[in-house]
């Protein structure tokens, strides 16, 4: 399985993704918004794009759809939730779905419901696993849930599918938020050491060369995953001084993302 991460450069600091596999040299394309890079690189290397996957149904992940499909012919898929909100949607994706991507690449949907409730992500579990997640785990950071999704089942998708996935997991987001995602874990835990390392290693890239991260960095740095840490806990009482004595993760969950709506 070949990786290609494509900085968008835009304003949203999308981040659109080409798998493909290297014995066929067929390519999927993961929210192509910035078409046109998508389509160059994969013309550059001499793949052919043959389906576009939509990781939810929001505009910034879904405007480049129609010009692929017009230079390629490639099939859409997503969410089979997300049928009424996606033009032209030719596969509709539930949880356990495999995708295939010519001969060597085979990849398993999650059923991530949060950032929006037909959210789906991609699982590789070939030689190095790989997590392709949209909006839902960002960066050292959780997706938000203004647009048709929300915290208590954005909680489920973390604590229920993404916190049991192999540590060595490669994460790749929908956009690139390391700076602003690793100051807000800072802002919450002040005594992360891990969190201010990779905020220098982090801000000092370019995000066309940017730091990948794994499932067992995002628990170390990811204020998300670290619902049980007493700093963290702390500081959130400081916001809510109402909260319970004994206080469980889901609540701190819903209060941090209520923290960083606003942060």
Avoid at 95 to 106: C, E, L, P, Q
Avoid at 126 to 144: K, P, V
Avoid at 203 to 216: C, F, G, H, K
Wanted: glycine share 8%; aromatic share 6%.
């Amino acid at each position: 399985m070949i990786v290609e991460q494509i900085w968008t450069g835009n304003a949203y600091r999308n981040f659109n993704y080409l798998i493909a596999c290297p014995e066929s040299g067929e390519a999927l394309a993961i929210d192509p918004l910035d078409h046109e890079k998508c389509l160059a690189k994969a013309k550059a290397k001499g793949w052919s794009v043959t389906q576009v996957l939509n990781t939810h149904e929001h505009g910034d992940h879904i405007g480049g759809n129609g010009p692929v499909v017009a230079a390629t012919g490639a099939k859409i898929l997503a969410h089979a939730g997300a049928s009424s909100r996606i033009p032209n949607m030719d596969r509709g994706l539930n949880a356990g779905d495999v995708v295939t991507v010519g001969k060597t690449v085979a990849l398993e949907c999650l059923d991530t419901p949060g950032h929006t409730m037909s959210h789906i992500c991609l699982l590789s579990r070939t030689e190095q696993a790989a997590l392709f997640c949209g909006d839902t785990l960002f960066n050292a950071g959780a997706g938000n849930c203004h647009n048709g999704g929300h915290p208590a089942e954005l909680f489920d998708t973390f604590a229920q599918q993404l916190v049991s996935l192999p540590g060595d997991t490669l994460i790749y987001p929908g956009h690139d938020y390391w700076t602003n995602n690793l100051e807000f874990t800072l802002d919450r835990e002040p005594d992360n050491a891990r969190a201010k390392e990779v905020l220098g290693d982090a801000s000092a890239r370019d995000p066309s060369d940017a730091l990948i991260s794994t499932m067992a960095l995002e628990k170390e740095i990811n204020t998300f995953f670290r619902l049980q840490s007493p700093s963290v806990i702390a500081r959130l009482r400081e916001a809510f001084p109402d909260l319970p004595d004994e206080v469980d993760a889901k609540t701190v969950f819903i209060k941090l993302r209520e923290l960083r709506n606003s942060w």
